[in-house]
């Protein structure tokens, strides 16, 4: 069964660096999604892209943030200076179409800032 | 704007026992679907179920039942016969159709632990 996948599980950073996050969404699948969930907290969500753009963020998603589809597999989400408070798992998330729904997440990045 | 409550934060029971979670949501759109998450202690998210709005037939998969009712803007999950493997935290949902980008507003999740 075809699934989300993200690299790395976890990554260590320190405070001021960028990072990137890397998915690869189901295939085929036209929406992809990027959520955090800070430690012990709800799922929150960071922003959505379809064709190749953005097509809704959140607030948490300022300029600090960016998102990427540099290919027709990889969806990416960069972290241009990490502060402590970005610490947290990000899920990536694909949606197959316009009539479907539901998200299918990937299994998580844990971010940490240190 | 979009709100999911999940009021009980933590459930113990003892295997075999039935379990209620309770969500209830607020949107003001006319048209929108509701999900329930599973969250494991290994943190992925498990997509279980998706309720349109405009469908209020409940439904069964198994031990797993879902009762949505438009007129208390609830959407709750019954795990029957419980088992230590539904041990998880749970995610109701909900996603509008305004926004354009149909995100995902999550509630706060009720940790389900299931013992022996």
């Not at chain 2, 006319?30 to 405009?54: A, C, D, H, M």
């Not at chain 2, 998969?61 to 029957?80: A, H, L, V």
Request: proline share 3%.
């Amino acid at each position: 069964e075809p699934e989300v996948t993200q690299t790395p599980s976890h990554q260590v950073t320190q405070m001021g660096q960028e990072v990137i996050l890397r998915c690869v969404p189901i295939s085929n699948h036209l929406y992809f999604y990027w959520y955090r969930q800070i430690l012990g907290q709800k799922v929150e969500f960071l922003v959505s892209f379809y064709n190749n753009e953005i097509s809704e963020k959140s607030e948490i998603f300022d300029d600090q943030f960016s998102v990427e589809r540099p290919d027709g597999s990889n969806f990416t989400l960069k972290i241009r200076s990490t502060k402590l408070e970005d610490s947290a798992m990000y899920f990536c998330a694909s949606r197959p179409d316009r009539q479907t729904y539901e998200q299918y997440f990937g299994p998580g990045t844990r971010l940490t800032v240190t | 704007a979009q709100k999911v409550t999940q009021a009980q934060t933590e459930i113990s029971v003892v295997e075999k026992e039935d379990v209620t979670l309770d969500c209830v949501y607020e949107t003001r759109d006319t048209t929108y679907y509701l999900f329930w998450y599973k969250q494991p202690p290994s943190g992925e998210l498990v997509f279980l179920i998706r309720r349109n709005s405009f469908d209020e037939q409940n439904e069964i998969s198994g031990r797993y039942s879902w009762n949505f009712q438009k007129s208390t803007s609830s959407f709750n999950f019954t795990i029957t016969a419980s088992q230590v493997v539904d041990s998880a935290v749970y995610f109701c949902a909900l996603s509008g159709t305004t926004g354009g980008g149909n995100k995902l507003t999550f509630g706060t999740g009720t940790q389900l632990k299931v013992e022996l």
